[in-house]
């Protein structure tokens, strides 16, 4: 007979429940084993506890859920409190369920995953909590917190997190500080809050040393410490945490706090990434798509833009629809643009609402789509948003996604004139030509005045031309010509054009024929048609030689590609003369 057959057949069952913890504590699993087998067929609840760890764990036992699952199930119903803690834990997770079948034949099943069960795990963890034990206390407060929401209970939450804590359970440590947080306007509070954060992440709880990391990093109920911060999160990181991981990355990457390390850096971002870490992903499609000291790898950056747009990220889903809009990285495709340019618009990011509704301008995706972007600029607009009232104005001017209407137009103009300098412009248009509005062309000069004065550059032109003028208010051609030089400096090609004219003579300013031909140039530079057409044949008009007349025809050309009709018969009507005279 073997020595552990005599001690099991001569020792009581507690007899043998003291030899086998003995046993565990001196790593002699497999030895204790038969032991607390022996204890838990008499019925000890702390043997049956036991037995199931040696399940779940596979330390002296073939590793079995199930297996483990029966024995835990009977340790909780013999109200042993840390196996009813542990059962609780366990039907959170949904690594256990209530309605598992713990027959014979799943005796080999390794693996019982199921939905969290949080009623059953209620039960559990209420009879654990009452029982005492601090364990089963901070479930109960978790479940309280963050079950569903019939049986959430705030208040009753925080009394079980406290008794956890008193009892110096880490997760109650934690789940305290949470609850705290919550309503923590003092520095007094927060200092508590960092206090039992503190007593958690000495015990090595990852989201403790997480969050004790942020509040080192903004200074809140700790003294800022930046290199703290970044240390904090390296050992929450390496304990699988997904949200330090990512803080770690960052600050490797950066190089501001810490020594940088790309490559290490760019590791802990992949870890939290392909865990499930939108913003991780999003980070990492940000390094390559343009953060980069190398060139840009938009394919890979698409990678990870898709990894966090299919996790709701929208900064994520508005740079992959911008990637298939331009054709960068992966294949020009304005249908998976406009779907992901679409997650990110309902997701809040009003540039993607711009984009969608200027690819519908110009027939790239559906008008169902364009009637969608004007509604939420509508809603937006009606809470109160100057932004998309004044995009929702320009859906209206020309009609995208809503009827044609230049009085909607101008009165959603007039609500984001209050704010946007394009608006105050466009506004003083309507006003200008009495489209949508009765004209008035003083009140139009003072929305352009506004408008120009935010170094709006087609707004300066229009005013200057008015103040050239006299129109709406007194004539000042000095003004004028000040107004639209500052324009001209910041490359506003029309402000160059207006120039030209001025100097060739227009609103009876002073001619100056070579301030004239100077601005043309620069305008007819700039890629202004009309200059283009202009230059084009005053060069025509003065050619003396072959290479005049093809200075000429180029100009008239460049005018051409731009849509000015005339520039295309004063090429032809050149053409002729030049044959004409050949012959």
């Known amino acids: 007979m073997s020595i552990i057959h005599r001690l099991t057949g001569s020792a009581s069952p507690a007899g043998c429940l003291r030899r086998a913890i003995d046993l565990i504590e001196s790593g002699c699993l497999d030895q204790a084993f038969p032991l607390l ?3 838990a067929r008499a019925g000890l609840p702390e043997a049956e506890y036991r037995i199931a760890l040696a399940y779940f764990e596979g330390a002296g036992a073939p590793q ?100 956890s804590a008193k009892g110096d359970c880490p997760e109650g440590h934690l789940g305290f500080a949470l609850s705290l947080s919550r309503h923590a306007d003092s520095e007094a509070d927060r200092r508590r809050v960092a206090n039992h954060l503190l007593r958690a992440a000495k015990q090595g709880i990852p989201t403790a040393l997480y969050l004790l990391g942020v509040l080192s990093e903004q200074g809140s109920g700790l003294r800022s410490d930046p290199t703290a911060a970044v240390e904090l999160y390296r050992r929450a990181a390496e304990k699988g945490h997904k949200a330090a991981q990512m803080r770690y990355g960052q600050a490797l990457m950066k190089g501001e706090i810490v020594a940088k390390d790309i490559v290490t850096g760019e590791s802990w971002l992949r870890r939290a990434a392909l865990t499930g870490e939108a913003e991780a992903a999003f980070s990492l499609g940000n390094y390559y798509a343009k953060d980069s000291v190398v060139p840009p790898n938009y394919a890979e950056a698409a990678v990870w833009f898709r990894r966090a747009a299919e996790q709701g990220h929208r900064g994520a889903a508005q740079a992959l629809g911008s990637l298939y809009l331009t054709g960068a990285g992966v294949p020009q495709d304005n249908g998976e643009a406009a779907r992901w340019l679409r997650a990110a618009a309902e997701a809040g990011d009003q540039s993607s609402l711009v984009d969608l509704a200027n690819m519908a301008l110009r027939g790239a995706t559906s008008q169902d789509t364009l009637a969608r972007v004007a509604e939420w600029f509508g809603q937006s607009a009606a809470a109160g948003d100057l932004i998309a009232a004044f995009n929702l104005a320009v859906c209206f001017v020309k009609g995208a996604g809503v009827e044609q ?11 984001a004139a209050d704010g946007v300098p394009e608006a105050q412009y466009m506004y003083g248009r309507l006003l200008a030509e009495g489209r949508g509005v009765a004209p008035n062309l003083e009140e139009a000069r003072g929305w352009f005045e506004r408008a120009a004065n935010a170094d709006f550059g087609d707004a300066q032109v229009e005013l200057a031309d008015m103040m050239a003028s006299g129109r709406g208010g007194r004539r000042d051609p000095a003004g004028a010509i000040t107004i639209l030089l500052k324009a001209a400096g ?45 230059l084009g044949r005053y060069l025509a008009t003065s050619a003396m030689n072959e290479s005049g007349r093809a200075k000429a025809i180029e100009w008239l050309s460049r005018a051409a590609s731009q849509g000015v009709s005339e520039a295309e018969e004063d090429i032809a009507l050149f053409t002729q003369a030049e044959q004409s005279m050949a012959n």
Request: proline share 3%.
């Open 64 to 163: 079995s859920v199930v297996e483990g699952a029966r024995w835990l199930t009977k340790a909780a119903a013999h109200d042993f409190a840390d196996a009813q803690a542990q059962l609780a834990a366990l039907l959170i997770h949904g690594l256990v369920s209530a309605e598992n079948d713990l027959s014979a034949s799943n005796l080999f099943v390794t693996d019982l995953r199921a939905e969290p069960d949080f009623r059953a795990a209620l039960k559990w963890a209420r009879k654990a909590a009452e029982t005492g034990s601090p364990k089963g206390q901070a479930i109960l407060g978790y479940i309280l917190t963050y079950g569903p929401e019939e049986v959430r209970d705030e208040a009753a939450a925080h009394q079980w997190y406290e008794l």
């Open 490 to 534: 910041n490359s506003n090609s029309k402000a160059m054009f207006a120039l030209a004219a001025l100097y060739g003579g227009r609103h009876g300013f002073p001619r100056d024929p070579r301030f004239a031909l100077h601005w043309l140039r620069a305008a007819a530079l700039a890629g202004h048609g009309q200059a283009q057409l202009m």
């Open 405 to 415: 209407s230049d009085e909607q137009a101008a009165y959603w103009l007039r609500r």
């Open 37 to 39: 087998t022996q204890a």
